[in-house]
């Protein structure tokens, strides 16, 4: 697990494409879980146990930022947040069909140990630089994910804005803030590598576990 990570927010249905592969309805406002703060671990190039017996696991690829300051009502992003990363959003998909049928909350199909793996974080330079350039997921050398925060449908300041007036932020929250189309089944052996503009920041190999 990281250390001097707090809550883990995360934003559903943040890319339109991505609803509509999931054959799901367009959120008009946030739609906001949570994981544990023990789901969350490195990705540091090592070998990352996934359950192996609960059906499909999906990785979700998403821009992650880390809270530096207690939120305020009408602070900036740029002033609220102090470095981003980028994370993968691992999802048991079976079971997440099981649970929405059911109407039960979320945690069983995102909460697992191991279901937040996120690269080292870096200096934050601002929500208008984070738009020049493209985040990219690769699976055993191949591309399947890209995105670009322009595409969201709740920009990072609506993020902030409604996680900080309806649950608060302070020091060491993060926030996952929704992944683009593309997601897929992530199986024992694969290789996942998370880009930013074309360079490679994190990279696991998936193992299975019970």
Same mark, same amino acid.
């Given at each position: 697990?990281?250390?001097?990570?707090?809550?883990?927010?995360? &934003?559903?249905?943040?890319?339109?494409?991505? %609803?509509?592969? =999931?054959?799901? %309805?367009?959120? *008009?406002?946030?739609?906001?879980?949570?994981?544990?703060?023990? /789901? +969350? &671990? /490195? =990705?540091?190039?090592?070998?990352?146990?996934l359950p192996a017996s609960k059906?499909?696991?999906?990785?979700? %690829?998403? =821009? +992650?930022i880390r809270i530096g300051r207690?939120?305020?009502p009408g602070v900036r992003v740029?002033?609220?947040? *102090?470095?981003?990363a980028f994370g993968i959003d691992f999802t048991l998909r079976d079971v997440q069909t099981v649970i929405k049928k059911k109407?039960?909350?979320w945690t069983a199909a995102k909460g697992f140990r191991n279901s937040a793996p996120i690269t080292a974080f870096q200096t934050f330079p601002g929500a208008a630089a984070m738009v020049e350039k493209d985040f990219a997921l690769m699976k055993n050398g191949v591309q399947v994910?890209?995105?670009?925060?322009?595409?969201?449908?709740?920009?990072?300041? *609506?993020?902030?804005?409604?996680?900080g007036h309806h649950y608060g932020l302070g020091?060491?929250? +993060?926030i996952f803030t929704g992944t683009p189309e593309g997601v897929g089944a992530a199986n024992a052996g694969d290789v996942l590598e998370l880009?930013?503009?074309?360079? +490679? =920041?994190? /990279?696991?190999?998936?193992?299975?576990?019970?």
């Amino acid at each position: 697990m990281l250390t001097n990570i707090c809550n883990v927010y995360c &934003v559903g249905r943040n890319y339109k494409l991505h %609803a509509e592969e =999931l054959g799901n %309805a367009v959120p *008009d406002e946030p739609m906001i879980f949570m994981k544990p703060s023990h /789901a +969350v &671990v /490195a =990705l540091n190039g090592e070998a990352l146990e996934l359950p192996a017996s609960k059906g499909e696991v999906h990785y979700e %690829a998403e =821009l +992650v930022i880390r809270i530096g300051r207690d939120y305020e009502p009408g602070v900036r992003v740029d002033e609220l947040v *102090d470095a981003y990363a980028f994370g993968i959003d691992f999802t048991l998909r079976d079971v997440q069909t099981v649970i929405k049928k059911k109407g039960h909350p979320w945690t069983a199909a995102k909460g697992f140990r191991n279901s937040a793996p996120i690269t080292a974080f870096q200096t934050f330079p601002g929500a208008a630089a984070m738009v020049e350039k493209d985040f990219a997921l690769m699976k055993n050398g191949v591309q399947v994910q890209r995105g670009n925060i322009s595409n969201m449908i709740f920009s990072l300041q *609506d993020i902030v804005d409604y996680v900080g007036h309806h649950y608060g932020l302070g020091p060491g929250d +993060v926030i996952f803030t929704g992944t683009p189309e593309g997601v897929g089944a992530a199986n024992a052996g694969d290789v996942l590598e998370l880009a930013w503009d074309g360079t +490679v =920041l994190g /990279a696991c190999t998936i193992k299975a576990a019970e």
